[in-house]
């Protein structure tokens, strides 16, 4: 069952927020902290602003890749994760309008999102939270959890992506990074 | 982009509700009218039910059958087309656990399910709202709009549809029947 969450940023919240990049597109306010809330939206906040999303079914996973990822995923909230990122994005219009099997090609035969994520766990856990079909700014946010000692890797997981075809139908990515 | 679209059963709308026939799982109330809203979701309504969903991208054609839809597509609200039916339905859980080529492979492989719209295009023109991660107790709500003489062809395509194995994933369906 999909997991709606709230990422509010402002005064108060368990992350400390440590950067707010705009990598592509209009930039998003400066906040001290950051709070991940799950479960139903909450109605007005005293947040700066507030991000929604929520998990859902996989769009383009194989039952080989989906066993895979079962295999070796970890999962969020442990003790020795302090660094997150959150990572919202949206894609063109361009990207909404092929067809299944063409974004399938995009995502895994020519950019290898899945396979490069994969490389990358336990050390960095994450999740995705949809927000189009819900009308938010940003169609997809990313949530990103790894020890200090992962740091490098999780750099090195953030450019390789970046620098995917994938990645050229990205109209908005903020990056922001997070301890605590 | 996504069009939020909200499905208003009670004493007033557009259209007159015929017969409402609870197929799979538990029934909705008898109401006498319906009203489609394109557009933000409405606060509190007098309706008796509402249903809620939102138009997407497509998530299991091909390039080559998108292009076939759009070839033959019809529009909502042709003059002649009388009749309607909104047949909300949700899925189990085993479905939305299986990996995106393997409710691909239900989907068309073995269902034939785009295929078969395909046959009735124009006749019954078709859109498909999507509820699941709306938090919505159906995970899709499709609208169909056919003139009387598309009628028994609308029978044999919701016929023909309930025969494949993709519904042995649908654990609640109703069928609303309406014309104007």
Do not use: C
């Amino acid at each position: 069952v999909p997991i709606p969450v709230t990422f509010l940023g402002g005064e108060s919240g368990a992350w400390r927020v440590t950067r707010i990049d705009a990598v592509v597109g209009a930039a998003l306010p400066s906040v001290a902290r950051l709070e991940m809330v799950e479960g139903p939206f909450p109605g007005s906040t005293p947040a700066a602003w507030v991000l929604r999303g929520v998990t859902s079914n996989q769009r383009y996973t194989t039952a080989g890749e989906q066993t895979a990822l079962a295999a070796t995923q970890a999962p969020l909230g442990r003790p020795g994760a302090t660094r997150a990122a959150l990572i919202p994005i949206t894609k063109s219009e361009r990207w909404w309008a092929l067809s299944q099997d063409q974004r399938r090609e995009v995502v895994e035969e020519t950019s290898h999102h899945i396979a490069i994520g994969l490389e990358y766990l336990p050390t960095v856990a994450r999740r995705l939270h949809h927000g189009r079909d819900l009308g938010e700014p940003f169609d997809f946010l990313t949530w990103f959890e790894f020890p200090p000692e992962g740091a490098d890797a999780f750099e090195a997981l953030v450019d390789r992506l970046r620098s995917t075809p994938e990645w050229d139908f990205v109209e908005r990515e903020i990056d922001i990074r997070l301890d605590r």
